[in-house]
C-alpha cells in the first residue's frame, strides 16, 4: 500500500545517514527509537544490520536509554545476519553494566552465539556480554566462568582470542568470587609469558587477581 510504502522508505532513508546521526535523534526522538526497534525486527537483513549497529551505538552513549527495550534486543539474537548479531551483543555488554537483570534471558541464546560456527567476531562478542554479565554479582560469576572457561579452551590461538581474554578480565576484576578468579588465574598463567604483548598483559592482569599464594 502507498502509506506502508512511504513508511518503509522513510526507515530506510533514516538508516542510510549512518550510526551517529540515527542513534542521536533515536536518544532525543521516542518515536525514531521506536523506528529503529521496528527496523530490527522488521523483514529486510540490511535495514535489520543497519538498526542494531545503532542501537550499539545509543548503548555506548547512554545504555540505560535502552532498559525499555532489553526483550527486543535479546530477541534480535536469533536473525541470522552476522552483523546484527555481534552489534545487538554489543549493545547487551553495555546494558549488562547498568542493569544485569535484563539479560538473564539473554544467556540462552547469548551461548550459542559464543560457538557461532560462522563469525569468530560474533563469538568474541558474545564472550564479552557473558563476562560482563558474570562481572556483576558473585553468583552471576559462577554461572557463567564455565561457559567462559570452555570457549577459551575451544577458541585458544584463533585471532578471537585476545578479546576473550580481555572479558576475563572484566569478569575478575569485577564480582568474581575467589575461586573463579583462581580458577581463571590458573587457567591463563601459561599465557603470562606468550610472546605477543597484549596476550601476556591481559593473562597478567588476570593472575594478578588470583591467589597471591596459589601453592599454599
Wanted: proline share 7%; hydrophobic share 45%.
Amino acid at each position: 500500500m502507498p502509506g506502508e510504502a512511504r513508511a518503509k522508505g522513510s526507515v530506510e532513508s533514516s538508516l542510510a545517514e549512518g550510526k551517529d546521526a540515527v542513534a542521536t535523534r533515536a536518544l532525543a526522538e521516542p518515536a525514531a527509537m521506536r523506528r529503529l526497534l521496528e527496523a530490527l525486527s522488521g523483514p529486510g537483513r540490511t535495514e535489520r544490520a543497519r538498526a542494531a549497529e545503532a542501537l550499539h551505538e545509543v548503548a555506548c552513549r547512554e545504555p540505560q536509554a535502552l532498559k525499555p527495550y532489553a526483550s527486543e534486543l535479546i530477541d534480535a539474537l536469533e536473525r541470522p545476519e552476522v552483523q546484527t548479531r555481534w552489534e545487538v551483543l554489543g549493545g547487551l555488554e553495555e546494558l549488562a553494566r547498568v542493569d544485569a537483570r535484563l539479560l538473564d534471558k539473554a544467556i540462552a541464546p547469548a551461548t550459542v552465539s559464543l560457538h557461532d560456527a560462522e563469525s569468530g567476531v560474533v563469538r568474541v562478542a558474545a564472550f564479552r556480554m557473558l563476562a560482563a554479565y558474570g562481572s556483576t554479582t558473585a553468583r552471576r560469576a559462577e554461572r557463567i566462568w564455565p561457559l567462559l572457561d570452555e570457549a577459551l579452551r575451544a577458541y585458544h590461538g584463533d585471532p578471537e582470542y585476545p578479546g576473550m581474554l580481555a572479558g576475563v578480565v572484566t569478569l575478575v576484576e569485577g564480582a568474581a568470587p575467589e575461586a573463579v578468579r583462581a580458577d581463571a588465574a590458573r587457567t591463563v598463567e601459561p599465557e603470562t609469558t606468550h610472546p605477543r604483548a597484549a596476550i601476556s598483559r591481559q593473562a597478567k592482569r588476570i593472575v594478578a587477581r588470583g591467589p597471591k599464594n596459589p601453592g599454599a
